[in-house]
């Protein structure tokens, strides 16, 4: 009797192995923190399994403390326990079209924003609407998109929605502008929104990476003696375009921004800085008290440094 027990449930587990078989294929989404029994569930549910029993027995015998890799994949109802699980084990899921975008450094956002959707298709009504949103910039943990957008190049899924594509965007930033570089900001005496502000002028006034500790030098210790930061690139931003040369009417617009005319640092961020301008404010040169630069006009984005507004005058005179 016994032995007619064990051969009767030998036959049922042997056919409950079996695949249904009935050549039927369709795509299987395994959802990301699913465990093994919520998987063995829903493949029967989805038919390609006789029981999700069989398939928790085959991953306790051949793939034991195995984790399996959320996805999509392509599966058919002929396909053994063993086989499934092995293509979720290895990640084998199916190819998912994506598209490239690189953000340099120094964009603003109405400039970010055209490049993200002509390179991943998204309407740039629908970005336009998220930067203005108030409970999504909450949600994201930002004031404003300005100085957000962090510059990288991306590869996103080109069903990634708007929202998660900015939202990577934002916490490609953070992990940069982390806890050990706020606290170095702080050493210096900004806050960390105030770090960013004052490297998106940085990023905008200095256009060799040697210099920028330099630059960023020169503002702090301006700040330092409440000396106004006198930045032709916070009028620039001001006046909304970039000018080759500013004219001394161009200086008195009237702006939070401008900073010819204000104390401090504007507002909110100018643009996007890179790495570069945001490791310069964290660490700025200041030992030599430069409170001046101007640009040599040679061609190489170098400058000129001061620290008296006679010694600035004649760096002026120098490169003219």
Not at 42 to 64: Q, T
Not at 120 to 136: A, K, Q, T, V, W
Not at 152 to 169: G, K, M
Request: charged share 20%; net charge negative; with cysteine.
């Amino acid at each position: 009797m016994l032995l007619v027990v064990g051969f009767a449930g030998l036959i049922y587990v042997r056919k409950l192995e079996t695949p249904p078989g009935h050549g039927v294929a369709l795509k299987f989404t395994l959802q990301r923190g699913w465990g093994v029994r919520d998987v063995a569930r829903a493949l029967e549910d989805s038919s390609l399994v006789r029981s999700r029993w069989i398939v928790l027995l085959s991953y306790r015998r051949n793939f034991p403390g195995s984790s399996l890799q959320a996805g999509s994949y392509s599966l058919s109802d002929c396909m053994e326990a063993d086989s499934i699980l092995a293509k979720f084990i290895s990640g084998d899921v199916i190819p998912v079209a994506t598209s490239w975008v690189t953000l340099p450094p120094g964009l603003r956002v109405e400039q970010s924003l055209p490049v993200l959707s002509e390179s991943l298709g998204i309407p740039l009504s629908e970005l336009e609407n998220l930067s203005r949103g108030i409970e999504y910039l909450n949600a994201v943990g930002i004031p404003c998109f300005e100085g957000y957008l962090f510059p990288e190049t991306y590869e996103f899924a080109d069903s990634t929605p708007a929202w998660n594509v900015v939202d990577t965007i934002v916490r490609t930033g953070f992990e940069v502008m982390d806890s050990e570089w706020e606290e170095r900001c702080e050493m210096v005496g900004l806050s960390p929104f105030d770090a960013l502000i004052l490297a998106s002028i940085v990023e905008r006034e200095a256009a060799s990476d040697t210099e920028r500790d330099l630059v960023a030098g020169v503002f702090i210790n301006r700040l330092r003696i409440n000396m106004r930061l006198e930045s032709c690139a916070t009028v620039q931003y001001a006046l909304g375009e970039v000018r080759e040369v500013l004219l001394y009417r161009d200086l008195e617009i009237e702006s939070p921004y401008n900073t010819y005319r204000n104390s401090g640092l504007p507002p909110a961020p100018i643009c996007s800085p890179g790495v570069a301008s945001l490791e310069a404010v964290a660490s700025p040169d200041t030992a030599d008290g430069y409170l001046f630069f101007v640009s040599k006009g040679d061609g190489s984005g170098e400058h000129l440094f001061a620290v008296t507004a006679t010694g600035h005058a004649q760096n002026i005179r120098a490169v003219r």
